[in-house]
């Protein structure tokens, strides 16, 4: 039998070190794209799950509809039972051409302008950071939208436990949903509209039940009624509502500066600007990643953008867009070294 030389042997050594690095390489770059399709805010118009203003589609469609209207949503639109209330709307699960739809009802008509504004907002901000628009009707304070089964952000781990959704329950997708939360957050202060804040906050669980989770785990914000807008340029700032803010989850400017002795008046309440929301963010992303194998470790990676989140002076806080980059940074780079440890036993 013939047998290899010592050089062939170094040449086969060599060619399957450099076949490894390749495959390194294309797993860095297949993530970079990866992350930087999913977690830009922005939609590039050649994008073919996006439509045109005006237009949807959902799940397997492949093309893109007119939104229907007052008579086709009278006509083709059929509710099945209530799923959910909230001050401003009912939700009933509904269908539509045998696709499973959600149908929101004004409950009151003191709050036709919050519902109003919400549609506004859902018409203008439509992207892959927020729930699918699929019809309206002004006339009857009626919206139409994409139905997702798991609901909102609360009860996260009473769905990451059931049976069909356990192979879930990782810390990549644990850390996606912090990058989805990042994104949406850093969309809404870099929209088409402007700089918006997400006034719907006062607490967590209020957070938790403005945005919905799909069934790929993904997140999208879905109650819209509350996002005032900031103008620096118009120096134009907020205040989300007109009642007095406590506790130590809003931030502290939305709290009454003057302390127990005077008692509030909004009229002496100064407003505020978006940083508001970057406050919030740790405490979010802590109960996104939950406390499974690896959460502690992520935890350490961010103690300090999270630390800088939560600096009391609002200017001294980042930008979503930073948060959002230091996860989708963190992401890569774990998922990078859990890709390819091989690689590091041979260099």
Same mark, same amino acid.
């Given at each position: 039998?013939?047998?290899?030389?010592?050089?062939?042997?170094?040449?086969?050594? !060599?060619?399957?070190?450099?076949?490894?690095?390749?495959?390194?390489?294309?797993?860095?770059?297949?993530?970079?794209?990866?992350?930087?399709?999913?977690?830009?805010?922005?939609?590039?118009?050649?994008?073919?799950?996006?439509?045109?203003?005006?237009?949807?589609?959902?799940?397997?469609?492949?093309?893109?509809?007119?939104?229907?209207?007052?008579?086709?949503?009278?006509?083709?639109?059929?509710?099945?039972?209530?799923?959910?209330?909230?001050?401003?709307?009912?939700?009933?699960?509904?269908?539509?051409?045998?696709?499973?739809?959600?149908?929101?009802?004004?409950?009151?008509?003191?709050?036709?302008?919050?519902?109003?504004?919400?549609?506004?907002?859902?018409?203008?901000?439509?992207?892959?950071?927020?729930?699918?628009?699929?019809?309206?009707?002004?006339?009857?304070?009626?919206?139409?939208?994409?139905?997702?089964?798991?609901?909102?952000?609360?009860?996260?781990?009473?769905?990451?436990?059931?049976?069909?959704?356990?192979?879930?329950?990782?810390?990549?997708?644990?850390? !996606?949903?912090?990058?989805?939360?990042?994104?949406?957050?850093?969309?809404?202060?870099?929209?088409?509209?402007?700089t918006l804040v997400m006034c719907d906050s006062?607490?967590?669980?209020?957070?938790?039940?403005?945005?919905?989770?799909?069934?790929?785990f993904r997140i999208v914000a879905n109650d819209?009624?509350?996002?005032?807008?900031?103008? !620096?340029?118009?120096?134009?700032?907020?205040?989300?509502?007109?009642?007095?803010?406590?506790?130590?989850?809003?931030?502290?400017?939305?709290?009454?500066?003057?302390?127990?002795?005077?008692?509030?008046?909004?009229?002496?309440?100064?407003?505020?600007?978006?940083?508001?929301?970057?406050?919030?963010?740790?405490?979010?992303?802590?109960?996104?990643?939950?406390?499974?194998?690896?959460?502690?470790?992520?935890?350490?990676?961010?103690?300090?953008?999270?630390?800088?989140?939560?600096?009391?002076?609002?200017?001294?806080?980042?930008?979503?867009?930073?948060?959002?980059?230091?996860?989708?940074?963190?992401?890569?780079?774990?998922?990078?070294?859990?890709?390819?440890?091989?690689?590091?036993?041979?260099?």
């Open positions: 039998m013939e047998k290899k030389s010592p050089h062939s042997k170094q040449v086969h050594v !060599r060619t399957g070190i450099t076949l490894v690095l390749l495959t390194f390489v294309l797993i860095n770059l297949l993530l970079y794209f990866y992350l930087d399709h999913h977690f830009s805010p922005w939609h590039s118009s050649g994008d073919p799950d996006i439509c045109p203003v005006g237009s949807f589609k959902m799940g397997s469609m492949e093309t893109c509809l007119p939104l229907l209207s007052c008579e086709a949503m009278r006509k083709e639109v059929r509710r099945l039972k209530l799923v959910g209330e909230g001050a401003v709307k009912k939700v009933y699960l509904g269908e539509w051409k045998e696709r499973k739809v959600a149908v929101s009802q004004l409950t009151s008509m003191e709050l036709q302008d919050d519902f109003l504004h919400g549609l506004e907002m859902l018409k203008a901000l439509q992207s892959k950071h927020v729930v699918t628009l699929l019809g309206y009707c002004e006339e009857n304070f009626t919206i139409l939208t994409e139905y997702h089964p798991l609901g909102s952000l609360k009860d996260l781990e009473e769905k990451f436990n059931l049976p069909r959704f356990r192979s879930f329950n990782t810390w990549p997708n644990r850390l !996606r949903l912090a990058v989805d939360y990042a994104a949406i957050i850093n969309y809404l202060h870099n929209s088409p509209l402007g006062s607490d967590l669980d209020k957070v938790l039940s403005q945005y919905l989770l799909t069934l790929d819209l009624d509350a996002l005032p807008l900031v103008s !620096r340029e118009k120096g134009q700032l907020v205040k989300c509502g007109h009642r007095q803010l406590w506790g130590e989850f809003v931030a502290p400017e939305q709290r009454w500066p003057r302390g127990e002795d005077m008692e509030f008046d909004d009229e002496h309440m100064p407003p505020y600007d978006e940083k508001t929301d970057i406050w919030k963010i740790p405490d979010v992303c802590d109960y996104l990643l939950g406390h499974g194998e690896g959460s502690d470790i992520i935890r350490l990676h961010l103690f300090e953008i999270h630390k800088e989140c939560k600096k009391r002076n609002p200017a001294e806080r980042p930008s979503a867009q930073t948060v959002l980059n230091t996860y989708k940074h963190l992401l890569m780079s774990l998922l990078k070294d859990s890709a390819a440890p091989e690689v590091r036993d041979m260099l």
